[in-house]
């Protein structure tokens, strides 16, 4: 049955990410997104409900998904957040869907020490240079400010899927697949 469904998901082109976003499923999705492209230039579907996870891992896979010459179209279906977002936002608006209870939180993404307690400094500049560069990605994708987004990102800001399209975080709220271009 699970190899079914995941033959089924593969034919098509639709990718499910529920959960937390570790480094592993991070490998996997960018894996099933790389397979997919090499089997066709058609639209990629990547359904997301992300609520935490590493931003090692989210980076990765953004820049994955902007790499490929196949279309990737994201489609929010729950709690988004952190890690992600920056997945999210790695396609443009117009390819961004949300459904009618996605939400969103504006929340900085885990960035786990790789070093012992003496390279406290180097880890100090290693969070704040994650910090920057995750702002100025949420920046760049939605066009708000950077101070904005750096202030909603200290507040943890949520946003409801309408709310999300006013802030230009996703393009269009959605309740039917036939919505999705």
Same mark, same amino acid.
């Given at each position: 049955?699970?190899?079914?469904?995941?033959?089924?998901?593969?034919?098509?082109?639709?990718?499910?990410?529920?959960?937390?976003?570790?480094?592993?499923?991070?490998?996997? +999705? *960018?894996?099933?997104?790389?397979?997919?492209?090499?089997?066709?230039?058609?639209?990629?579907? +990547? %359904?997301?409900?992300?609520?935490?996870? *590493?931003?090692?891992?989210?980076? *990765?896979?953004?820049?994955? @998904?902007?790499?490929?010459?196949?279309?990737?179209?994201?489609?929010?279906?729950?709690? %988004?957040?952190?890690?992600? @977002?920056?997945?999210?936002?790695? +396609?443009?608006? =117009?390819?961004?869907?949300?459904?009618?209870?996605?939400?969103?939180?504006?929340?900085?993404?885990?960035?786990?020490?790789?070093?012992?307690?003496?390279?406290?400094? %180097? &880890?100090?500049? &290693? +969070?704040?240079?994650?910090?920057?560069?995750?702002?100025?990605?949420?920046?760049?994708? %939605?066009?708000?400010? =950077?101070?904005?987004?750096?202030? !909603?990102?200290?507040?943890?800001?949520?946003?409801?899927?309408?709310?999300?399209?006013?802030?230009?975080?996703?393009?269009?709220?959605?309740?039917?697949?036939?919505?999705? !271009?």
């Amino acid at each position: 049955m699970q190899d079914d469904l995941a033959r089924r998901l593969f034919e098509s082109r639709t990718i499910l990410l529920n959960g937390p976003l570790t480094d592993e499923r991070s490998g996997q +999705v *960018s894996a099933q997104l790389l397979g997919m492209a090499s089997a066709s230039d058609a639209p990629i579907t +990547v %359904t997301l409900t992300v609520p935490r996870g *590493s931003a090692d891992a989210a980076l *990765s896979l953004h820049d994955v @998904v902007r790499f490929l010459k196949a279309p990737v179209r994201m489609i929010a279906t729950g709690r %988004t957040a952190g890690p992600g @977002v920056l997945l999210y936002v790695a +396609v443009p608006v =117009e390819r961004r869907y949300a459904l009618p209870h996605a939400r969103f939180g504006l929340t900085l993404p885990n960035a786990a020490p790789r070093s012992g307690a003496a390279d406290v400094p %180097t &880890e100090a500049r &290693e +969070v704040a240079a994650l910090r920057d560069r995750v702002t100025q990605v949420l920046a760049e994708q %939605t066009g708000q400010p =950077e101070d904005r987004i750096a202030a !909603d990102l200290r507040q943890q800001t949520w946003l409801d899927a309408e709310a999300a399209v006013a802030y230009g975080l996703a393009g269009r709220v959605v309740q039917h697949i036939q919505e999705v !271009d």
